[in-house]
């Protein structure tokens, strides 16, 4: 995919917060992040997110939903919470198993707990790379 120009230019939080913006349902995004991941990680964790969310708005009748993004020692992890219906799963042939993919090409893990009558809740974990310095 094509990096948005905000993420290029503002990173990660000012990025998923458009993305929120255009969702059906209202989503409250809090990234705690000090640095920012290399650009090809923080690319997928945009479009992972954006995915998730394309999904809440189609699938999950959902009133509300969360996105929470943060760091765990060498891992950058993301969740999407939605207080929708519930029942999503990562079924050969479903949007989830290609994000699942995906995030398994790059040694990262997609996580969906999502029990009928919800909430659901997807948890996606990325490896940490930090761009290279200029020169080393």
């Known amino acids: 995919g094509i990096h948005p120009a ?3 230019d503002r990173g990660l939080d000012a990025a998923l917060s458009s993305v929120a913006s255009r969702c059906t349902v209202p989503v409250q995004v809090e990234v705690d992040l000090t640095e920012r991941p290399a650009s090809a990680i923080e690319g997928i964790a945009y479009f ?5 969310l394309q999904n809440v708005s189609k699938h999950a009748r959902a009133t509300a939903a969360f996105v929470e993004v943060w760091r765990v020692e060498n891992r950058l992890m ?3 919470v939605d207080n929708g219906v519930g029942g999503a799963e990562v ?6 198993a290609g994000l699942a993919e ?5 040694d990262g893990i997609l996580v969906v707990d999502s029990p009928e009558g919800g909430p659901t809740r997807v948890t996606a974990e990325l490896p940490w790379r930090s761009e290279p310095v ?3």
């Open 6 to 8: 905000v993420l290029t």
């Open 48 to 52: 992972t997110v954006s995915e998730l």
């Open 78 to 80: 993301l969740q999407v």
């Open 91 to 96: 079924s050969a042939g479903s949007g989830l």
């Open 102 to 106: 995906r995030l398994d090409a790059v």
């Open 134 to 136: 200029a020169g080393h």
